[in-house]
């Protein structure tokens, strides 16, 4: 897995967001269309891309995609 | 355009915020008046108590109700009806929860029978493509009461915009079928009048059924066509003297059995048929002609062909979901194939006349002006979605939208039109919103007869009659309506703006020159 596969997960949860915007560094937690139901879907195809059932505490203590990829990535090994 | 959802569960995740609002957790006190539409989607509630899970399954009905009573009736209403997704039987003979379920469904396909501006949608037709294990996922369940997994979110939203295209009456209109090893097994060239496989014992018997299958399609209104390199002779004599064929000459309308390439044959087709390419699909068990067409057309649908005759019945199945099933289909629509044919024979007439008046005259046109009513208004929200050459703005409308207009003083008159060959059905409407006139469409079967002006003409001496004068009009250019581009302009109406290729006209009818040729029968109903 390379981030930009969990940028392209993470851009899909959105509907009015333009994904050109998300990189590494992006904080997420501050974007307008972030919310609770935003980290549901989140995990929902985070489990579905990469086989990791994150809690949604785990994506709470991250501040930008760098952090969530190594949240993930960690689970991956 | 905002639909408003009434929900019991977190569905948020197959739905999204951008056009949705959404009610709270199996509450119905806030009525939205000003929604454009609403959505009613509740699910079987998780309890463990039999009793109580009948008693809230009845309190959805009653909410169901109260709400449809209380919600404006003009506009969309969508229900889902329910499945339970985690059934529990304690014991096997006890049917409550069943028995309420149904007739909660019940109620959702009565309260559509007697309001058209409700549809239904059947969850079922989603939930039956996944095991339980995939419908639920209790993690999200309990973080965020959604009792569909959201892991299927993305399926789901495939699957429901597929649904609002089938309630928008969106579908293919035309089979372009191959003969050999697709209608029948084995070659004709080859094995003979007798020697192909149709009927009788397996494989002519997966055959049979499956032109049984387009025979039933064909009777709810697709048109059947053949493409197939043969001798056209050879497959006339099988048509006529294979006494197991279901399928013969007259149910298809229009046939290209030739040795040219099938490119050149499909667009002939669609030329002869008036209808787009985009609304064609081609069988053929060749992979080779299949890659044919879909690099010469990419907008035909070239579905892989079954390998073995067995998968014909699976076959048909998935061409029915995939291109052809429609939320309903009206009288016109199953005529279809009659007045194709009618309209080729019509074809082969016009050669017989020199001039294209004389021919008109010939034909005995008939021309009844009938203003939207219950029965017909269905026929003109589907033409206004399906007709795209002859279409002067090309706004797209569903009944339930038409009805709110004609509840805001529009009016709305729709062409039933018949000639010495046939009823061509209700092929046209116009659509006025007091002087203005937002609509004008034909259907491109009855085009060349000059019937359009002949209808627009009587529109506006009737308008005319009432003591109008000054009348407005637009064209809209569409990628496909080009053949209008200059309709008004040849029918007395002057331009007064122009931008981008839409003009918006005037004509004033005290200048007009409204007659019509006396060889239409012209009445109103």
Request: hydrophobic share 40%; aromatic share 12%.
């Amino acid at each position: 897995m390379y981030i930009n596969d969990l940028i392209a997960v993470f851009a899909s949860c959105f509907e009015q967001t333009d994904s050109s915007i998300f990189s590494p560094s992006t904080e997420f937690q501050d974007l307008d269309e972030w919310s609770s139901l935003t980290a549901t879907i989140l995990v929902a195809k985070i489990e579905s891309a990469f086989g990791v059932e994150l809690e949604t505490e785990d994506i709470r203590e991250c501040d930008t995609l760098q952090e969530l990829f190594d949240v993930v990535k960690n689970y991956m090994q | 355009m905002k639909l408003f959802i009434f929900r019991n569960n977190t569905v948020e995740q197959f739905f999204g915020n951008k056009e949705y609002d959404y009610s709270g957790y199996d509450d119905i006190s806030y009525l939205p008046t000003d929604s454009d539409g609403y959505i009613w989607f509740y699910q079987v509630p998780v309890t463990f108590d039999i009793a109580q899970k009948c008693e809230i399954l009845n309190s959805y009905k009653e909410k169901l109700q109260y709400v449809v009573n209380r919600l404006p009736k003009g506009k969309p209403f969508i229900l889902f009806t329910m499945v339970d997704l985690f059934p529990i039987s304690y014991s096997l003979d006890d049917f409550a929860v069943v028995r309420s379920i149904n007739s909660y469904n019940e109620l959702c396909w009565d309260l559509a029978d007697t309001n058209s501006n409700i549809k239904i949608i059947e969850l079922a037709d989603f939930t039956n493509n996944f095991v339980e294990k995939d419908l639920i996922h209790w993690r999200f369940y309990f973080n965020s009461q959604t009792y569909l997994s959201p892991m299927i979110a993305d399926e789901f939203k495939t699957w429901f915009s597929k649904q609002l295209d089938k309630i928008a009456l969106k579908r293919k209109k035309c089979l372009v079928l191959d003969l050999d090893n697709t209608l029948w097994g084995g070659v004709l060239g080859e094995d003979g009048v007798e020697g192909i496989e149709i009927g009788g014992e397996y494989p002519g018997k997966a055959f049979l059924y499956w032109q049984n299958a387009l025979k039933s399609l064909k009777d709810q209104g697709v048109i059947l066509t053949v493409c197939s390199k043969n001798n056209e002779a050879d497959v006339i004599e099988v048509w006529e003297k294979n006494p197991f064929l279901v399928l013969r000459k007259d149910d298809f309308a229009a046939i290209r059995i030739n040795w040219n390439n099938k490119a050149e044959n499909i667009a002939d087709l669609a030329k002869e048929l008036n209808i787009g390419l985009d609304s064609m699909v081609f069988i053929d068990d060749n992979p080779t002609e299949r890659e044919l067409i879909n690099q010469s057309f990419p907008m035909v649908e070239t579905p892989d062909f079954p390998l073995k005759p067995y998968q014909l019945p699976a076959f048909f199945k998935e061409l029915i979901n995939r291109y052809f099933s429609v939320y309903s289909i009206t009288d016109e629509d199953r005529k279809k194939t009659e007045q194709y044919l009618a309209n080729s024979q019509r074809v082969q007439e016009q050669t017989k006349y020199a001039d294209i008046e004389s021919f008109i005259k010939s034909l005995e046109i008939k021309i009844d002006i009938i203003p939207a009513d219950d029965f017909n208004l269905p026929r003109i929200a589907q033409m206004t979605q399906k007709t795209n050459q002859f279409n002067l703005t090309t706004h797209r409308y569903t009944d339930t939208e038409l009805n709110q207009r004609i509840n805001d003083g529009w009016k709305i008159y729709c062409i039933s039109v018949s000639d010495r060959f046939g009823d061509s059905g209700i092929t046209g409407c116009i659509m006025l919103d007091g002087n203005r006139i937002d609509t004008l469409l034909l259907s491109c079967r009855i085009l060349g007869k000059n019937i359009e002006c002949a209808f627009v003409k009587t529109i506006l001496a009737l308008l005319k009659s009432e003591g109008k004068s000054i009348i407005e009009a637009d064209y809209i250019p569409s990628k496909r309506n080009a053949q209008v581009a200059d309709f008004y302009d040849k029918n007395g109406f002057a331009v007064i703006e122009e931008s981008d290729g839409a003009k918006h006209y005037v004509i004033d009818l005290n200048n007009a020159s409204l007659a019509v040729p006396e060889y239409y029968t012209i009445k109103f109903a």
